[in-house]
């Protein structure tokens, strides 16, 4: 892929520029700890609501990474209190877009001084922003609608800042709560979001599963344009859709239409080639149709840079996690956490951790047509069952999570939440099983290689179990 040479002053990883986003970040999250802080010192009734709503106002006004980090706890049920959860996850991924004369600074310093006569015609407005970067719509030489996802200035140093920000942020909740030590937790999210700037790797991924759903008509992936494309400028085709959420109110076929895509999107991928998509949120898909009132047709993925890869036998212990809650054997549910990487599991805990692979693996051990969740909102979608666990751990923990965990987690949570919203009503059980019939770690090996190869994606590196 092109990645001129020419000077990038905007993308150094400055001190100055770090320091500053350090001193603003650890000003506003700070300030509420210590609030939160001296509350318990003193004896006094922490206001939760009170304090959720200021620091999702302080992490709103920042935008950039540490809002996309605020985001991720939220969909970790119970690493945050519900109160602090609800308020994070409405935080809007909409950042003030750039103006014009940035946008060309960054486009020459990504393609050159005369990079506008590489497009047929280049958007001016932003066709959408997030915390990282925005999305201009463009056309090619070749008459083909382009989408130019241009990467904010100084990204680099707004990601250490943020990260070393939410190292203390874990650290508190650490002398806070015993039920969970967040250690590896910090490691992962570290890990995925210094990923999530390097959009080389983010056409990689589309590569990967560009080629691994080609052969499902419900599910289309955009093609990277390589010679207008760099570490920071990732230039796909334009897939036409409309927002997922302009579907919610739809027929009931539209939204299992939709829902039997996201659940093919997402699981697919996972037990044939040990690969996921670590953001299942609204955003990240659109749905495809013929017209307004035209029924569904299938979704268009449009985000890959959460990207997480799995050893074979890590999917092994997700499939024997599901049959031993399934069956009701204990042996098989010990083995796969012990596969995951928990360590020092009584039975106590095992009962503990149990109670959330129960509610997890719900909606795929009833072999009837259902809802996801017949009792929960999306905001509250494993808030219930979280709680318990959370409780259970407070006496008998602390259980350090191993860092794969997470986003599986994470991204399980999500995706159900977006079933949620949908109200589809699907056999989730024979969906799954199909997936998972004839599952084999070895033969997933294999194809990782091959497939992983191909597209130039590391492949996940073996590393030592969590202690």
């Not at 990204?155 to 508190?172: C, R, T, W, Y």
């Not at 509250?380 to 794969?404: I, T």
């Amino acid at each position: 892929m092109s990645d001129p040479s020419s000077p990038r002053d905007d993308e150094a990883n400055r001190l100055t520029g770090r320091m500053g986003r350090y001193a603003r970040v650890g000003t506003n999250v700070g300030g509420i700890a210590a609030r939160v802080a001296g509350a318990r010192l003193f004896g006094r009734d922490v206001d939760r609501d009170k304090n959720a709503a200021a620091l999702a106002k302080a992490l709103g006004g920042l935008k950039g990474p540490i809002m996309k980090v605020a985001q991720m706890l939220s969909t970790i049920p119970d690493l945050v209190p519900a109160e602090y959860a609800e308020e994070l996850a409405q935080l809007q991924s909409q950042a003030p877009p750039m103006g014009w004369p940035f946008v060309k600074r960054r486009m020459m310093a990504e393609l050159g001084s005369g990079w506008q006569q590489k497009f047929a015609s280049f958007e001016r407005e932003a066709a959408a922003s997030a915390s990282l970067g925005q999305v201009h719509r463009a056309t090619g030489h070749d008459g083909q609608l382009l989408a130019c996802k241009l990467q904010y200035p100084e990204m680099q140093s707004a990601v250490e800042a943020d990260l070393n920000q939410l190292e203390i942020a874990l650290a508190f909740y650490r002398r806070m709560d015993s039920a969970i030590d967040p250690s590896e937790i910090g490691e992962e999210i570290g890990e995925r979001l210094r990923e999530e700037l390097d959009y080389e790797l983010e056409a990689r991924h589309i590569a990967l599963y560009s080629t691994i759903l080609r052969n499902d008509p419900l599910i289309d992936v955009p093609d990277v344009v390589t010679d207008l494309s760099t570490k920071r400028l990732l230039t796909m085709t334009w897939l036409e859709g409309s927002p997922l959420a302009t579907w919610l109110d739809k027929p009931l076929e539209d939204r299992n239409q939709i829902a039997c895509a996201l659940f093919s999107a997402w699981w697919l991928p996972l037990y044939n080639y040990g690969v996921i998509h670590g953001d299942p949120h609204m955003g990240n898909y659109t749905v495809r149709s013929n017209g307004p009132d035209a029924p569904a047709q299938g979704i268009n993925l449009l985000d890959f840079g959460c990207i997480r890869t799995f050893q074979p036998r890590f999917v092994g212990g997700v499939i024997n996690l599901y049959f031993g809650v399934l069956h009701d054997d204990r042996d098989r549910i010990v083995h796969a956490f012990e596969t995951w990487g928990f360590k020092g599991l009584g039975n106590e805990l095992i009962d503990i951790l149990t109670i959330w692979a129960r509610f997890i693996y719900a909606p795929l051990v009833d072999d009837k047509v259902r809802k996801i969740d017949e009792n929960s909102s999306p905001a509250e979608y494993g808030r219930k069952q979280a709680f318990e666990v959370h409780k259970g751990l407070r006496e008998k923990g602390p259980v350090k999570v191993p860092r794969e965990f997470v986003f599986m987690d994470r991204a399980a949570i999500g995706l159900g939440g977006v079933f949620l919203r949908l109200q589809s009503e699907l056999n989730y059980y024979r969906m799954f099983n199909e997936f998972i019939d004839g599952f084999d770690e070895d033969k997933l090996a294999a194809r990782q290689v091959e497939m992983f190869t191909q597209a130039g994606v590391p492949l996940p590196a073996e590393r030592p179990q969590s202690a």
